[in-house]
């Protein structure tokens, strides 16, 4: 098979490449190792920023999303019993955020490309990816009636993900590889209760984090800070309510309405990088170059700005055989990745309890979040960065 850009990964970072490169007739074929329906189930964050909405709007992705979901134009952050909102209308002249969960996203991306007339070779296997350096890069997969196929093709797109193969693929000692990894994890679930607000809900109580974000007006998505290694079965539905209702507690009469939780999950939090971005024809982009933790939203927000970059760089190539933007690729994401991974790292450590921290760290930490919440210039920072740094191209 020959195509002119190999996909290896079926997430967002995969999808869109995949969907920006056809809407400027650049062909793709898109592999993936596990099934549709398990892609389009998959339950991940659901917070999209400004310029995500905005780029599903101008590339025809908007109709669902515009339908289904929820415009939000402030958080609030809760301490001390007491919530404070961040107006980002005021703040950021009317930018905002929308609810719209990552497997959505994914459905309609999924759908967009089979309505192209595209393809996307899920639950295949043994993949690898070879002669990244020579003229015709190739990707060798078994397919999912037991075939050994390969794609060649002239650049490679490693979208899979952060256990995917394409990053361990690139020669040793060429990535230079920066991680944090926290002490704490998050535990999730899904419940059929309306939200306790309107807006997501950003809790610091002594007994650690928690948010209330949602999926509808009747579906919560809730979550606690817990150990890394949490055990979940040491967690029924009785200890997360009484976990939440006590992290939430304050005099302002905020209720936690309870309800049947139908999914539960523990999410790891690591802030990780691998740089350059770029190993020959294979471009990496999303969690196969970076993760950041959870608290932000940003790990979607960041694949679609890096295929973004991508997409604009292969049509200047097939345009005008200019490798300008190929060659720039990587630096122009790492320096959104960078201030993204600067703002993640800096929520969570904002709104989580450290065992290790002193009594003076924790007064300085509630200061941090009295300043946010009392300065404008202090919440106007955590507003733009919220509703997303400028998508670079
Ligand atoms: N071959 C083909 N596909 C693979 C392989 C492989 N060897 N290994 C992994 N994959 C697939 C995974 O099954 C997954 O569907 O690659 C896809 C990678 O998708 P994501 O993990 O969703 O990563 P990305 O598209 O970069 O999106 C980033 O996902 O992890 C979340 O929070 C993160 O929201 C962020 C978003
Ligand atoms: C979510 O709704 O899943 C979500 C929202 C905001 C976050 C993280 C997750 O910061």
């Given amino acids: 098979m020959r195509t002119q850009v190999g996909i290896v990964g079926a997430g967002p970072a995969g999808l869109f490449l995949a969907h920006l490169l056809q809407l400027r007739g650049i062909e793709s074929m898109v592999i ?210 009484e976990e939440l209702r006590a992290r939430l507690a304050g005099d302002d009469g905020l209720t936690v309405a309870e309800g049947e939780i139908f999914q539960k999950g523990v999410t790891p939090m690591r802030s990780f990088v691998a740089a350059p971005m770029r190993y020959g024809a294979m471009f990496l982009a999303g969690d196969a170059a970076h993760i950041v933790p959870p608290t932000g939203a940003k790990g979607m927000n960041l694949a679609i700005a890096d295929v973004n970059v991508l997409a604009h760089a292969l049509d200047a190539f097939y345009a005008s055989g200019s490798t300008a933007g190929l060659d720039g690729y990587s630096d122009t994401c790492l320096r959104r990745v960078w201030k993204t991974q600067r703002f993640s790292w800096w929520m969570t450590s904002m709104l989580h309890r450290f065992d290790d921290r002193g009594p003076f760290d924790e007064r300085v930490q509630l200061a941090e979040l009295d300043y946010v919440t009392s300065s404008r210039a202090a919440a106007q920072t955590l507003a733009e960065n919220y509703v997303g740094l400028p998508f670079d191209i």
């Fill in 32 to 241: 993936e190792t596990r099934s549709r329906e398990y892609v389009e189930t998959r339950v991940r964050a659901g917070l999209l920023e400004q310029g995500t909405v905005d780029l599903m709007e101008r590339t025809g992705l908007g109709d669902r999303m515009r339908r289904e979901g929820l415009a939000h134009h402030g958080i609030a952050l809760r301490f001390g019993g007491r919530s404070h909102r961040i107006d980002f209308d005021a703040l950021t002249g009317g930018k905002g955020v929308t609810v719209y969960a990552q497997q959505e996203v994914v459905k309609d991306l999924i759908a967009a490309r089979l309505a192209a007339g595209g393809d996307i070779h899920f639950e295949v296997r043994d993949v690898s990816v070879a002669d990244l350096e020579g003229p015709v890069p190739r990707i060798r997969f078994t397919d999912a009636a037991g075939n050994a196929r390969e794609i060649s093709c002239d650049f490679i797109g490693g979208c899979d993900g952060f256990h995917g193969i394409c990053r361990p693929s690139v020669p040793a000692g060429v990535l230079t590889e920066f991680e944090r990894v926290y002490p704490f994890a998050w535990l999730g679930i899904l419940s059929h209760s309306p939200p306790p607000s309107e807006e997501l809900i950003y809790a610091l109580h002594p007994r650690g984090f928690a948010l209330c974000s949602m999926r509808t007006p009747e579906i919560s998505r809730l979550y606690l800070q817990c150990a890394p290694d949490e055990d979940i079965a040491q967690w029924p539905d009785e200890r997360i309510w």
